[in-house]
């Protein structure tokens, strides 16, 4: 019998379950791309409840307890006496969130003499030393697309937000203050501005095309160009590097996984080639961005604002200069765990585990690491050397 160690957020303050604001969430059955949701045999909650903290549980206890598995839910995953640390050494499957990661790193894994499979609930695998799981032998496999588009409106309700001064303005009202022209003094239109996204991926071309209406002009850049009949159907402008489209685009929203390539990508260099005033969203991860190269570019002006939802390292410290430099945005990580979006990878989460047990192949999509090697998406994602280090 397997031993299944998941590390899950921590349950809302005013404690668990809460009080729901809906009584049910609309039933989708494929993206957009195609792709159908997840579809495990069964799954042992509602949709629309909270599964991505600890007594959530992401609806497994009763699945897996009742085929003989042991199952250890905790949010404790940080340094040698936490409880992650502790139950690692025999652990047979991790599972853990991209909001709350388990880092998986080659020390760690060393450790893990029993690991066989890292499952992400939800997008990114990049908390996990993918060449130490290669060389271990561990499958690394994760929900892609199941909370893809949370984060695309997350993204582009950021862009808005930062554009029009929604949360200084909002700040106004609820002191009881009515100051129109300070609200308004850095408002402006998103129409009419140069948009960008940094990769066009699943999520990159979801927030590029919930765009379109806002009369943008809309540039992208990406390892993989476009079929043509995208570019065409949006208007997009490619450029071959972040450096290139960041001198003429007055927005600027990052989507790209983080490899070498792209770890500091948006440092001092690149953001002094953005326009002064431009604005930079980032739902992606946080060390795609220089931490006090953002917070030097916004004291000086030449950002009029930063968003996003992804930290380094998370959950981030009460001192991270993000969480009080001018002009900011910034949410804990919470753009890919909408109520909606939890049904979804905790119903992928079940059917990886269900393929897992019954010996059944996991879908492609789902792959990262299979076999010793990258596989499926993983294979699309990264190439050699590019894998991330699970730090």
Not at 165 to 173: D, T
Not at 217 to 231: D, N, Q, V, W
Not at 234 to 252: K, N, R, S
Not at 261 to 280: C, D, I, P, Q, W
Request: charged share 20%.
């Amino acid at each position: 019998m397997a031993k299944v160690l998941c590390v899950l957020y921590d349950d809302p303050t005013s404690g668990y379950p809460p009080q729901y604001a809906r009584n049910d969430i609309p039933k989708i059955e494929r993206y957009p791309d195609g792709q159908t949701v997840p579809n495990p045999k069964h799954i042992d909650f509602v949709p629309g409840e909270l599964l991505g903290c600890v007594s959530g549980e992401l609806g497994l206890r009763s699945y897996l307890e009742d085929l003989g598995h042991t199952f250890i839910v905790t949010s404790d995953k940080e340094g040698p006496s936490s409880v992650f640390e502790k139950e690692l050494p025999d652990a047979d499957i991790v599972i853990s969130q991209p909001f709350w990661p388990a880092y998986l790193t080659a020390e760690r894994i060393a450790k893990a003499k029993k690991l066989k499979l890292a499952l992400t609930a939800g997008i990114g695998s990049d908390h996990v030393d993918l060449n130490a799981a290669i060389k271990a032998g561990i499958t690394v496999a994760e929900e892609t697309f199941s909370n893809g588009i949370c984060v695309a409106e997350h993204a582009v309700m950021m862009i808005l937000a930062l554009v029009r001064n929604y949360l200084p303005s909002h700040k106004i009202a609820e002191e009881g203050g009515w100051n129109i022209a300070d609200c308004v003094s850095r408002s402006y239109d998103l129409e009419g501005m140069h948009v960008g996204t940094v990769a066009a991926g699943r999520i990159g071309l979801a927030v590029l095309r919930r765009l379109k209406p806002f009369d943008v002009k809309l540039h992208y850049t990406a390892r993989h160009r476009s079929p043509k009949a995208i570019e065409d159907e949006l208007g997009l402008t490619y450029h071959a590097t972040a450096e290139e489209m960041a001198e003429v685009c007055d927005v600027i929203s990052i989507h790209a996984p983080l490899y070498p390539a792209t770890e500091h990508l948006f440092n001092a260099k690149v953001l002094n080639k953005m326009k002064r005033g431009s604005y930079l969203v980032n739902t992606a991860r946080a060390e795609i961005c220089d931490r006090d190269d953002i917070v030097h570019a916004l004291e000086s002006g030449q950002l009029a604002g930063y968003a996003g939802d992804v930290w380094f390292p998370q959950p981030a410290p009460a001192n991270h200069p993000w969480r009080n430099m001018p002009h900011n945005g910034m949410t804990p990580h919470m753009s890919g765990s909408s109520l909606s979006g939890q049904a979804r990878y905790a119903a992928g989460t079940r059917e990886i585990l269900e393929c897992w047990f019954e010996n059944r192949p996991i879908r492609d999509e789902y792959l990262i690491v299979s076999n010793g090697t990258l596989a499926g998406t993983g294979a699309k994602s990264y190439g050699v050397g590019e894998a991330p280090k699970g730090k």
